[in-house]
């Protein structure tokens, strides 16, 4: 079993919500998840840590009796206690560490641990393993040499790209076929996706390259194009459909460009700035789940459809 804990804005909330139950298979609440699905923690951009469960128990005492037989070869540890389902003080939180702390044989360096252990009460059972905090490397990638003011945020596009991936990456292939500077690229480059950009803004086109150069990714990945000349297969595609005031599409480019990824991909996740139900379904698409994403009165509309 894993547990990881997350937390997201009330903005974002559904977005997260939709995002760990695509990756995790289990709903959100309360902050903390437990799966029998396995994910690194760095992975989705709301995940906090994440806990390999190696030892549980009833009690406290009984958990601790098992941690005298754990073995760490000489290196040094830390014990961290993560909140679960039932409130602990500061204090109490502090004493649990001690405790587990205690009981497991080596080293305990509270700043610079080779080895960090998670300790959580969940369920009515303690819980203990390996432990895992999230690096949050898309905020890096906030650091882009070029951008548009109206680009997806770092964080959004991961969660976007992790929806259409899904939890098993090997052998996927993703295409994000309106690119523009390349924020999703990223992102999905960064979680070890393969994934290609195509746009038909050469200006666009050159920023993505210059972006992905900046994070040490080749520039091969995104090409000029019509996506409605775009050949080839994918397993998903990321649409964040043109919206701003120079890119403004009639319906009926629109539609052509949703059958045009329908072509292309078994699977789509399109970002709007208005519900399209109507051209979706013309499109020959399912809405299969969706969410949305404010930043004050600017409202995205995540929609996944298969």
Same mark, same amino acid.
């Given at each position: 079993m894993f547990i990881y804990t997350y937390a997201s804005h009330e903005d974002e909330a559904g977005l997260c919500s939709l995002e760990l139950c695509t990756l995790l298979g289990q709903p959100a609440h309360?902050?903390?998840?437990?799966?029998?699905?396995?994910?690194?923690?760095?992975r989705s951009p709301f995940v906090k840590r994440r806990i390999a469960v190696s030892n549980e128990a009833d009690s406290l005492e009984e958990l601790a009796e098992q941690l005298v037989s754990l073995e760490l070869s000489g290196r040094?540890?830390?014990?961290?206690?993560?909140?679960?389902?039932e409130p602990f003080s500061f204090e109490e939180q502090r004493q649990c560490e001690r405790i587990a702390g205690a009981a497991i044989r080596g080293k305990a360096d509270m700043r610079n641990a080779e080895r960090l252990f998670g300790l959580t009460k969940l369920g009515g059972r303690w819980r203990f393993g390996p432990c895992e905090e999230n690096g949050a490397v898309w905020l890096k990638h906030q650091d882009k040499p070029q951008n548009y003011s109206t680009a997806l945020p770092t964080r959004a596009a991961r969660a976007i790209v992790n929806l259409a991936a899904g939890p098993v990456l090997s052998?996927?292939?993703?295409?994000?076929?309106?690119?523009?500077?390349?924020?999703?690229?990223?992102?999905?480059l960064s979680m070890g996706i393969s994934i290609v950009g195509i746009d038909i803004n050469p200006l666009a086109v050159r920023g993505a390259r210059n972006n992905l150069a900046h994070f040490g990714y080749s520039a091969d990945t995104v090409r000029l194009g019509d996506l409605r000349q775009a050949e080839g297969h994918y397993d998903a595609a990321v649409?964040?459909?043109?919206?701003?005031?120079?890119? %403004?599409?009639? =319906?009926?480019?629109?539609?052509? &460009?949703?059958? $045009?990824?329908? *072509?292309? #991909?078994?699977? !789509?996740?399109? %970002?709007?700035? =208005?519900?399209?139900?109507?051209? &979706?379904?013309? $499109?020959?698409? *399912?809405? #299969?789940?969706? !969410?949305?994403?404010?930043k004050g009165s600017f409202t995205r509309y995540i929609t996944v459809v298969k």
């Open positions: 309360g902050g903390i998840v437990a799966s029998r699905l396995e994910i690194p923690a760095g040094s540890f830390k014990v961290l206690f993560t909140p679960g389902d052998g996927k292939r993703l295409i994000d076929p309106c690119c523009g500077m390349g924020t999703s690229l990223i992102e999905a649409v964040d459909m043109p919206y701003n005031l120079c890119s %403004v599409l009639p =319906e009926a480019e629109q539609l052509e &460009l949703l059958a $045009a990824v329908r *072509r292309l #991909a078994d699977k !789509a996740v399109i %970002v709007t700035t =208005e519900r399209i139900p109507g051209l &979706l379904e013309r $499109a020959n698409w *399912r809405i #299969a789940e969706d !969410a949305k994403v404010s």
